[in-house]
């Protein structure tokens, strides 16, 4: 499938690895894909991206994605989901980091690898680049974009889509932004 990656896609995923290895994490995330997105520049990606503003706020977005990780994943909808059964998410994640110290449920913890000075793509990673991949040839494009892989994100539910539809970009913002309205009506044929 990585024969597909058009130039700009590549420099994506291998950004995805950068990040993570910065962030010394175990492995790539969907979150490592997204900082690697905002960081391109001069693609069809980037120029969704920042007209849809998300350039502008890239520490809102850093930070909503830091505290999600503090609530160990859980998404806004999640925590709202539980407030309305009566239960605070923030009071329980507060009572955790005060007995087992800040950051105890973000999940960080290192993994092992295989390889020292390899980064493995997490599941949910992984199928972010296989929804691209649909994504892409449900346009009827023969290559994989980083367009794929900005709407896979915004298409695969979890933290990363959740904190872009926090900041404006749904996948049809982003198919709008990046398709203009000729193509609103197409489906997510990503299933």
């Not at 994490?25 to 490592?32: K, Q």
């Amino acid at each position: 499938m990585f024969e597909r990656f058009t130039k700009g896609a590549r420099a994506t995923v291998t950004g995805a690895v950068t990040h993570a290895e910065r962030a010394d994490a175990g492995s790539v995330t969907e979150e490592h894909l997204l900082l690697a997105l905002l960081d391109q520049e001069g693609s069809r990606a980037s120029f969704a991206v920042a007209a849809l503003g998300l350039t502008d706020r890239r520490a809102s977005v850093e930070a909503a994605l830091a505290d999600a990780r503090r609530r160990g994943g859980m998404t806004r909808a999640d925590a709202d989901a539980l407030a309305g059964i009566g239960i605070d998410l923030t009071a329980i994640v507060s009572r955790i980091e005060e007995a087992h110290g800040e950051g105890a449920l973000r999940g960080d913890r290192k993994e092992r690898r295989r390889w020292p000075g390899t980064r493995a793509f997490t599941k949910e990673a992984k199928k972010i680049l296989e929804k691209s991949l649909r994504i892409a040839l449900g346009r009827g494009d023969r290559f994989i974009g980083e367009e794929h892989l900005l709407l896979a994100l915004t298409a695969s539910p979890g933290v990363v889509a959740d904190v872009l539809a926090e900041h404006g970009a749904t996948y049809e913002t982003v198919n709008r932004a990046l398709y203009g309205d000729g193509d609103a009506g197409q489906e997510r044929k990503a299933g």
